[in-house]
T-cell receptor
Framework: AQSVTQPDIHITVSEGASLELRCNYS??????LFWYVQSPGQGLQLLLK????DTLVQGIKGFEAEFKRSQSSFNLRKPSVHWSDAAEYFC????????????WGAGTKLIIKP | DGGITQSPKYLFRKEGQNVTLSCEQN?????MYWYRQDPGQGLRLIYY???????QKGDIAEGYSVSREKKESFPLTVTSAQKNPTAFYLC????????????FGPGTRLTVT
């Protein structure tokens, strides 16, 4: 069965520093990959997605992610974080044999130090 | 203005009462989902519907019920059989069964005392 692992429950980063959030998945074929962001008490917003093609994808709010097939990873990056980036970030995988649903990681909470 | 509406934002109920959470969409999406979110547990799928008048149980369907009589609406009833109903509930839509990308409503926080 497919699974998604976000190994970091919390990450603390200083404002202006770079960020990398990790996501690993388990799936035999190339999956459809997503990163979502959730501010406290809000719904989820799509940051970016990978379906095929260029393995480095750009998203909203200055985020990017890189698909690495050899490592089964889809890590999210941002070169310089802002206080407004403090939120919870979810990685998700879609695969045909999951009945077209998304399989979700447990989330990583990003804390920004001033 | 297209979107997904969940109402109310906050809901309070006494133990033993059934309560229905509303989810409405005007995106013309075929599929709709209900998730439950508890601190530190990510999103857990309760029910989903890929077409009107049809729905399937997700991973944690016990104590919940749904209906899908209209494409625009997918209400979730939390019954008294749900042992721990206090949580944040999220509704999502998906354009079609092979599109994967999901769009989320703002959520309803249910507190049962």
């Amino acid at each position: 069965a497919q699974s998604v692992t976000q190994p970091d429950i919390h990450i603390t980063v200083s404002e202006g520093a770079s960020l990398e959030l990790r996501c690993n998945y388990s799936y035999g074929a190339t999956p459809y990959l997503f990163w979502y962001v959730q501010s406290p008490g809000q719904g989820l917003q799509l940051l970016l997605k990978y379906f095929s093609g260029d393995t480095l994808v750009q998203g909203i709010k200055g985020f990017e992610a890189e698909f690495k097939r050899s490592q089964s990873s889809f890590n999210l990056r941002k070169p310089s974080v802002h206080w407004s980036d403090a939120a919870e970030y979810f990685c998700a995988v879609g695969a045909q044999d999951s009945n077209y649903q998304l399989i979700w990681g447990a989330g990583t909470k990003l804390i920004i130090k001033p | 203005d297209g979107g997904i509406t969940q109402s109310p934002k906050y809901l309070f109920r006494k133990e033993g009462q059934n309560v229905t959470l509303s989810c409405e969409q005007n995106l013309n999406h075929d599929a709709m989902y209900w998730y439950r979110q508890d601190p530190g547990q990510g999103l857990r799928l309760i029910y989903y519907s890929q077409i009107v008048n049809d729905f399937q149980k997700g991973d944690i369907a016990e104590g919940y019920s749904v209906s899908r009589e209209k494409k625009e609406s997918f209400p979730l009833t939390v019954t008294s059989a749900q042992k721990n109903p206090t949580a944040f509930y999220l509704c999502a839509t998906q354009q079609g069964p092979q599109t994967y990308e999901q769009y989320f409503g703002p959520g309803t926080r249910l507190t049962v005392t």
